[in-house]
C-alpha cells in the first residue's frame, strides 16, 4: 500500500486519520464494498461511515489522475531538455491539475501562432532585449528590417517583439495564478438579455436575470445552472467582469518595474494586450468552468439526498392496494395487488371526458364494484395526467364505500419508463404499458424501494437541473445512493427480485440472476449457507453479501437479522452469557436482560469489537427491523382540495415532494404543489433545506400567497400567529 497516498488524502481529508485512510484502501484493494467495509468492518476503519468511505475513494482517485498527469507532463518536458530542477520541484508540488497545466503551458506544442512566426523571422532576441530594457533596442530593431522576411519597416518588427512578449507573459502560470485568485475574489457574473431576443423567453423564466450582476464567489449553485441554461437557450450573454486596475498594476510592476522609455513602452503595451487577450479570457472560461463543475456537483449531491429519501419512505405494509393510472381520452387503467405485491385483477374506467356520457356515468359503480370485489383497502393515485380530475373522483366515490378506503397520490416519475422496460415486458407480457404502470404505482406505496430500483433513478426526477449535470456523473452518484439504501435496509433473500439483488453488496447482474433460478429451482432458502451453493457465487461473493441477505422463518433466527454469519459464534456465546436462547431473539426479554451491559468488558470476553458487539446486541434485540419503519408514513386521504379552497393562513399537512437550494416544493393536495422558500422554512437562518425536510416527509405548512392565474402558491413552515 503506498503510505505517501494516504497521506496526500488525509490532506483532503484532515478529520479522517492516516491509518484509517490505509486500512480503507487496503480492503478496497482487496474488492470489499463500501457497504460491507462500513456496515462490517469498523474495527478496521475505527466507524468510518460510508460517506466517508467515498470520499477517500474519490480523493484516492484524484490524486492518482493528478499524479499521472504530473508523470506525464515531467516526461514530456524532460524530452525537449527543458526540464529544470526547480521546474520539476513545482511540477511535483503542484496540489491541483490547473496548477500542473499552467506550469505546462509553455511547452506545450503549440499550433503556428503570431508569436512562433515572429520567432521565424529571428525576432526572439530582440524580445529579449526588449524584455531586459537594453538601450541599444532601437538599432537592433532598425538592423532587424528585412523585407524578405515580411519585416518591410520598424512597426513590423515591434508588432512581432509585440506577439513574443504578450503570448509570454500569457503563458505564466505565476501571472494566471494571481490573476486567478484575483478574479475569484473579486470578480463578478453579469447576465444580460440578448439583443432580439425577448420574445424567446415568453413566460419570462430568465427575467431576473435581464439585466443581473453578482459576485463570483457568492453565487448560488441554482443560479449558476439557470444562468447556463439561459445562455444555452440563446436568451442570455454571460460574461465575468473584473476591476482591470490592480490587474494592470501587478503585471506592469512585474514587468516594467520603473523602466522607461521605448522598451518599457513595447514591454507595457505587449503585456496589457498578453492579459487582454490570452489571460483574461483563458481565465474566464476556467471561472465559468469551475462554477459550473461546482454546482453541478451541488446537483447531483441534492439528487442523491432526494432520491435516497425517496427510496427510503416508510412502507404500506400488509394492505390490498389500488393502483390509479390516470388518463382522459383512453381511460384510467386499474390494478389490484395483494399485500404482497402480488397481482390480482385489472380493469379500465372512463370517468372524464371526451368519453361519452354513458360510460362516464357507468365508471362511478365500475369502480366501487371493483373495489368489493377485491377488498381493496388503500388506492395509489399517480400524480400525472387527468390525476386531480381522477383524485375528485375517487374522493367522492370512496364516500359510497361502506368499509374504509383511503387514497394517496403517488409520485408517478418513471413509472412509464419502467412500464415499457423489459423487466416489466418479461413480468407483465400481456398487459398494456398503462396497466403495468397502474401496478407499478399500487405498489409503490407498499416497498417504495422494491420498486423503484427497476427503474433507471435519472427517469424518478426529484432533482434540480438534473439534465443539465453530467450524466454519467449523475449515473454514478445515484447508483451509489440505490447500492447505499438497498444494503441499509436489506433484503429478503427468498422473495427479492433481480433488480433490487444486483444492488446487494458483492453480487453482480449474473449472481443475482443465479440467486433467483436456484430459489425457483430448488425451492424456499431455509439457511444462509445455502447461498453457497448458488452457481458462480463465490467466496469473496458470499461473504461480501450475505449479512444483507435476510431468510425470514428459515432454520436460524440470526438469518434474519443484519449479524454476520462470521459473528454467529460470538452472537449465540452473548446469549448464552445471559441465558437466553436462539428462540427468544426479539422478545422483551432479551433487551431486558442485555439493558446497561459492559460493552468493553464483554468484547474483551468475546472476542470482537466494540463497534461489533454494539451491533450483535442490537440485531438479537429487533431481530427483522426496517430501517424504513421510522420514516415518516405516507399521508392518507379522503377528500380533495382546489385552489379555490386556498385562504392565506389557511394551516394544511402536505408531503415533501423535491428539495431545492431556494427551498422545498410540498404537496398539499392541489394540483400545484406549493413552494416554501428558504426564508419560510424556520424562524431562524437557514443555509441548506436538506438540513430541515426531506423527500417523502410530512410536514405542516401554511399558506402564504396564492396566485391561481399563474399557478403558484406560496406555503411557510413559520407558524403566522406566533
Not at 81 to 101: D, I, S, W, Y
Not at 465 to 492: C, F, I, M, R, S
Amino acid at each position: 500500500m503506498d503510505t505517501m497516498l494516504a497521506e496526500k488524502i488525509h490532506r483532503d481529508l484532515p478529520k479522517i486519520r492516516v491509518n484509517q485512510i490505509n486500512e480503507t484502501l487496503k480492503m478496497l484493494d482487496e474488492g470489499d464494498t463500501v457497504p460491507f467495509i462500513a456496515r462490517y468492518r469498523k474495527e478496521r476503519t475505527a466507524n468510518l461511515d460510508e460517506v466517508q468511505i467515498r470520499d477517500i475513494q474519490t480523493s484516492a482517485h484524484r490524486i492518482q489522475t493528478l499524479d499521472k498527469r504530473k508523470a506525464e507532463v515531467i516526461k514530456i518536458i524532460d524530452e525537449q531538455n527543458q526540464l529544470t530542477p526547480g521546474l520539476k520541484k513545482q511540477l511535483e508540488a503542484a496540489t491541483v491539475l490547473q496548477q500542473v497545466e499552467d506550469l505546462y503551458l509553455p511547452y506545450k506544442q503549440k499550433r503556428r501562432t503570431k508569436a512562433t512566426i515572429a520567432k521565424e523571422k529571428g525576432l526572439l532576441p530582440l524580445a529579449k532585449a526588449a524584455l531586459s530594457f537594453q538601450e541599444n533596442l532601437a538599432d537592433m530593431m532598425t538592423a532587424a528590417v528585412d523585407p524578405d522576411k515580411e519585416l518591410p519597416d520598424k512597426q513590423a518588427v515591434i508588432d512581432g517583439i509585440h506577439e513574443i512578449i504578450a503570448e509570454e507573459v500569457g503563458d505564466s502560470a505565476k501571472f494566471r495564478e494571481w490573476i486567478r485568485r484575483n478574479t475569484q475574489q473579486y470578480g463578478e457574473i453579469e447576465t444580460r438579455l440578448k439583443r432580439g431576443h425577448q420574445d424567446d423567453d415568453e413566460a419570462g423564466t430568465y427575467q431576473q436575470y435581464y439585466d443581473f450582476k453578482q459576485p463570483v464567489k457568492t453565487i448560488p449553485s441554482y443560479r449558476t445552472l439557470a444562468i447556463n441554461r439561459g445562455e444555452k437557450d440563446h436568451i442570455l450573454s454571460v460574461k465575468i467582469t473584473v476591476n482591470e486596475t490592480p490587474i494592470n498594476w501587478f503585471l506592469t510592476s512585474n514587468m516594467v518595474g520603473k523602466h522607461t522609455g521605448l522598451a518599457a513602452d513595447i514591454v507595457s503595451a505587449a503585456v496589457l494586450d498578453g492579459y487582454q487577450r490570452f489571460i483574461g479570457p483563458a481565465i474566464e472560461r476556467e471561472i465559468r468552468k469551475d462554477l459550473t463543475e461546482k454546482a453541478a456537483n451541488h446537483a447531483i449531491e441534492v439528487f442523491g439526498k432526494n432520491l435516497y429519501n425517496l427510496l427510503m419512505q416508510a412502507p404500506l405494509k400488509g394492505r390490498v392496494v389500488m393502483g390509479f393510472d390516470p388518463a382522459y381520452r383512453t381511460g384510467c387503467k386499474l390494478a389490484v395487488v395483494d399485500k404482497n405485491g402480488k397481482f390480482l385483477d385489472k380493469t379500465v374506467i372512463y370517468p372524464h371526458k371526451p368519453a361519452s356520457a354513458e360510460k362516464r356515468a357507468a365508471a362511478e359503480g365500475l369502480f366501487i364494484d371493483f373495489i368489493n370485489k377485491n377488498h381493496v383497502e388503500m388506492i395509489a393515485i399517480g400524480n400525472g395526467t387527468a390525476s386531480r380530475e381522477s383524485e375528485q373522483f375517487v374522493a367522492a366515490a370512496i364516500k359510497k364505500i361502506k368499509t374504509p378506503v383511503f387514497y394517496v397520490i403517488v409520485n408517478e416519475a418513471g413509472a412509464s419508463v419502467y412500464s415499457a422496460s423489459q423487466v416489466a415486458r418479461d413480468e407483465f407480457p400481456d398487459f398494456s404499458v398503462e396497466q403495468r404502470s397502474a401496478v407499478s404505482i399500487a405498489r409503490r406505496i407498499q416497498d417504495p424501494l422494491s420498486e423503484l430500483v427497476k427503474i433507471d433513478p435519472q427517469a424518478i426526477g426529484v432533482g434540480q437541473y438534473q439534465h443539465d449535470v453530467p450524466q454519467k456523473q449523475l449515473g454514478e452518484k445515484l447508483d451509489q445512493v440505490v447500492e447505499t439504501a438497498v444494503n441499509q435496509v436489506g433484503v429478503n433473500l427468498n422473495t427479492a427480485s433481480p433488480d433490487l439483488l444486483v444492488h446487494i453488496s458483492g453480487l453482480t447482474k449474473a449472481t443475482a440472476n443465479n440467486i433467483v433460478k436456484f430459489r425457483n429451482k430448488t425451492g424456499q432458502f431455509l439457511d444462509r449457507q445455502d447461498l453457497k451453493k448458488v452457481p458462480r457465487l463465490g467466496p469473496k461473493a458470499f461473504e461480501q453479501a450475505v449479512g444483507f441477505l435476510r431468510i425470514i422463518d428459515g432454520d436460524n433466527p440470526l438469518d434474519n437479522t443484519d449479524i454476520h454469519p462470521e459473528s454467529y459464534p460470538a452472537a449465540t456465546q452473548l446469549l448464552t452469557t445471559y441465558q437466553l436462547t436462539i428462540e427468544d431473539l426479539g422478545q422483551p426479554v432479551v433487551t431486558q436482560k442485555l439493558a446497561g451491559i459492559d460493552l468493553d468488558d464483554l468484547s474483551k470476553r468475546l472476542g470482537v469489537g466494540t463497534a461489533t458487539l454494539k451491533d450483535i446486541v442490537k440485531g438479537v434485540e429487533t431481530p427483522g427491523r426496517d430501517l424504513r419503519d421510522d420514516m415518516p408514513a405516507p399521508l392518507l386521504k379522503k377528500d380533495v382540495l382546489t385552489m379555490a379552497d386556498l385562504k392565506v393562513g389557511m394551516k394544511l399537512q402536505g408531503t415533501v415532494r423535491n428539495v431545492v437550494d431556494f427551498g422545498v416544493f410540498v404537496d398539499i393536495g392541489v394540483k400545484q404543489d406549493g413552494l416554501v422558500h428558504i426564508s419560510k422554512m424556520s424562524d431562524h437562518f437557514i443555509k441548506d433545506p436538506s438540513k430541515v425536510a426531506a423527500v417523502g416527509d410530512i410536514v405542516t405548512v401554511w399558506i402564504a400567497a396564492v396566485d391561481v392565474d399563474r399557478h403558484r402558491i406560496q406555503l411557510t413552515m413559520v407558524d403566522p400567529t406566533k
